[in-house]
């Protein structure tokens, strides 16, 4: 059934590219919380709650008023921050911490955030999420200038831009890098002082405030990390807004020029995880809505909805419900395994799929099935998924997919492969079912989809979230891309040494 004829497309997919290892990679946690006596297990404890948004890195930097200290590592949260002796290398009632995911190119020592500098204002520590479309424009200026960068992280321009600050007071310096720095961004920073809070204007990347007992504040990229440590959720930080809080309490700043918001779409589609609240609304309604609309718009008749897990649960329950079809567990995930899509090499992807999922045959033999994943990316989940479940018996395999087709990278922080290497912008819908081996395959439309997370239909002229990855539609400019052709930043970047 499968069609592996697709030749020009299935090359670019399959064979690895070196170059790959050649761009920024983010797509991480982050979390800061202050007043708090044990301020550094409570940030090991909101990681762990985070773990799903960065896997290959993790790390913490603490404030005792007087001193910075700093423990970071590559890996698992569990595995790094497990003993007592690391929280007690980490003394003070504030602290800041990341979890990272960078591909094989990005991922050594040096990279791992919170990044640190002493400036002339002090110690200054910060935990980035997202991806800075100008952050290698900015980076050769500040390097023409005498700035000697410590990693290749996009992260680190926005310390050499507060240390190069000409304003006075810290806040002051922070703020003026801001306003220099485009594309993604939800940081928190830590100084002596105050810990920080701040998205970018569009608030691409999300930010939530949370508050423990008495004056003890929390940021975090979700407010799973809040549940974990018992934190009430008290509001998401406003595209734009820089929270500080300091002794005197809490302070919220808008610097940037008012703009409508942006927030990424797709972390509801995927990203987040389904017990976070985004704008106080619920993660996995949200998903099961986008079911419901998949079901409506592109119902078949079937025996049996299965979701693909994790990421497809919620969508495929929404779909049962509104289709009425059994949901069953037609395929069972092995949890020991991490995130297929997240392996290094594609020949471990590859490996990786059948690591993870395993039919449950005796609810598929003989049965017409609906499956029903979060999208397609490169096809390699669904391709191997289908085949599965048609070994295992199934009359008719039929994929709906709860996202439109992914047609173009992310540039904001989500990780995603370059356009030659996403399915669905390098061939049609008919010839990417004969690809993955389904009888039929739909996606939800991008109508459908926003109607799932905010009950209305896509405003054409003026986008209620960031879609560019369905629309091709970029809410900022992209000023590295636009300045620095692929192959110059290529060899930009192995100057600098990417390949730590
Ligand atoms: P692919 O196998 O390349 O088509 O990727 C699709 C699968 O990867 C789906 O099952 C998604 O749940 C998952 N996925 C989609 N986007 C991402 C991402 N940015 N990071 C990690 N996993 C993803």
């Known amino acids: 059934m499968t069609d592996r004829n697709l030749a020009p497309f299935i090359l670019a997919a399959f064979i690895p590219n070196l170059d790959d290892d050649d761009k920024f990679h983010d797509e991480c946690g982050v979390f800061g919380i202050c007043n708090n006596p044990e301020a550094a297990a409570h940030t090991v404890l909101g990681l762990h709650a985070l773990q799903h948004r960065g896997q290959e890195a993790a790390g913490v930097v603490s404030c005792d008023n007087a001193q910075f200290h700093s423990h970071k590592s590559l890996g698992h949260v569990a595995d790094n921050f497990n003993s007592p002796h690391v ?181 509801h589609v995927y990203f987040s995880r389904p017990d976070s609240l985004s704008d106080g609304k619920s993660i996995y309604k949200v998903r099961k809505n986008i079911g419901r609309e998949l079901a409506r718009e592109c119902r078949v008749k079937a025996d049996l909805v299965v979701p693909v897990p994790d990421s497809g649960t919620p969508a495929a329950i929404g779909y049962a419900q509104e289709a009425n079809i059994p949901f069953e567990l037609g395929i069972i995930r092995n949890h020991y395994v991490g995130r297929t899509f997240i392996e290094p090499s594609d020949q471990i992807r590859h490996l990786g799929v059948k690591l993870k999922h395993n039919a449950n045959r005796g609810e598929l033999e003989g049965k017409i099935v609906v499956l029903v994943d979060d999208s397609i990316v490169r096809g390699t989940t669904s391709t191997k998924i289908v085949d599965m479940v048609r070994q295992a018996g199934a009359k008719e395999v039929h994929m709906r997919i709860a996202s439109p087709p992914t047609i173009e990278p992310c540039y904001y922080g989500v990780d995603t492969p370059e356009k030659d290497k996403l399915l669905a912008a390098n061939i049609t819908l008919a010839e990417m079912t004969r690809y993955i081996g389904a009888d039929s395959l739909a996606f939800v439309s991008i109508d459908g989809l926003y109607r799932a997370v905010c009950a209305k239909d896509r405003n054409h002229s003026s986008p209620q979230y960031c879609d560019a990855c369905f629309t091709s539609d970029y809410p900022t400019s992209l000023t590295d891309r636009e300045q620095n052709d692929a192959p110059a930043q290529i060899s930009f970047l192995k100057e600098i040494g990417s390949k730590s």
């Open 87 to 267: 929280i007690e290398s980490l003394p003070g009632d504030c602290a800041i911490g990341h979890v990272r995911y960078s591909t094989s190119g990005g991922s050594g020592m040096r990279n791992i955030q919170p990044l640190f500098a002493d400036l002339a204002t002090g110690g200054f520590s910060v935990a980035h999420n997202g991806n800075l479309t100008n952050a290698l424009t900015l980076r050769r200026h500040l390097v023409s200038k005498g700035s000697i960068f410590q990693s290749t992280s996009d992260s680190e321009v926005i310390i050499h831009l507060v240390a190069t600050s000409t304003y006075l007071s810290l806040q002051d310096r922070f703020v003026d890098a801001l306003r220099r720095i485009e594309g993604a961004f939800a940081i928190v920073a830590l100084s002596k002082d105050s810990l920080i809070g701040t998205r970018d204007p569009l608030g691409v990347r999300p930010l939530v405030l949370g508050k423990l007992s008495g004056n003890s504040y929390i940021f975090a990229s979700e407010t799973c990390a809040l549940d974990i440590i018992g934190a009430e959720y008290i509001r998401d930080v406003e595209p734009g807004e820089v929270v500080t809080i300091d002794r005197d309490g809490i302070h919220s700043l808008k610097p940037f020029p008012l703009r409508k918001a942006r927030p990424c779409i797709f972390e």
